[in-house]
């Protein structure tokens, strides 16, 4: 699948955003790692990131510790090769406790679409199982 290139419009954006969900959704590091540039550079919470070998090694510890995990993004706002969104996820610990993280994330893109900078700020919550609202017995893409 070609990446969405910009400048975006509302409807590029909104696609573009909902293919990042799926994407993270698969909880698969190397096809998530794909849609970033070769030295994309990440903040994400306290961890300094730079390109796509050190996001997978990012995202294959982040998704042996948080299990089950299950994502949700909303389009914030958006304007040429920048779009920010706004997302929650739930996930459980080793122990079983359910937890759900919010967040905010900027995304600056190249011209081929390939997600060059990511900025994230995020919080965690616990919360009971009964409590989820995001992916209950939903398929994974």
């Keep these: 699948m070609q ?3 910009p400048p975006f419009t509302r409807e590029t954006a909104l696609e573009k955003v909902q293919r990042a969900e799926d994407a993270w959704n698969t909880r698969d590091p190397e096809r998530v790692s794909l849609a ?3 030295d994309s550079e990440w903040r994400n919470r306290s961890e300094f990131l730079r390109g796509r070998e050190e996001i997978q090694a990012f995202l294959r510890r982040k998704w042996a ?3 089950d995990y299950r994502l949700k993004k909303t389009l914030w706002t958006f304007g040429d090769n920048r779009i920010a969104v706004t997302f929650e996820y739930e996930w459980h610990d080793e122990r079983g406790q359910w937890h ?3 967040g905010n994330e900027l995304w600056e893109f190249d ?4 997600m060059r900078r990511r900025l994230a700020s995020i919080n965690d919550a616990e919360i009971q199982e009964a409590e989820r609202r995001i992916g209950r017995n939903a398929e994974i893409k």
């Design 65 to 67: 510790k948080e299990l």
């Design 3 to 5: 990446p969405i290139q």
């Design 111 to 114: 011209e081929a679409g390939l």
């Design 36 to 38: 970033y540039t070769i």
């Design 100 to 102: 759900r993280s919010y």
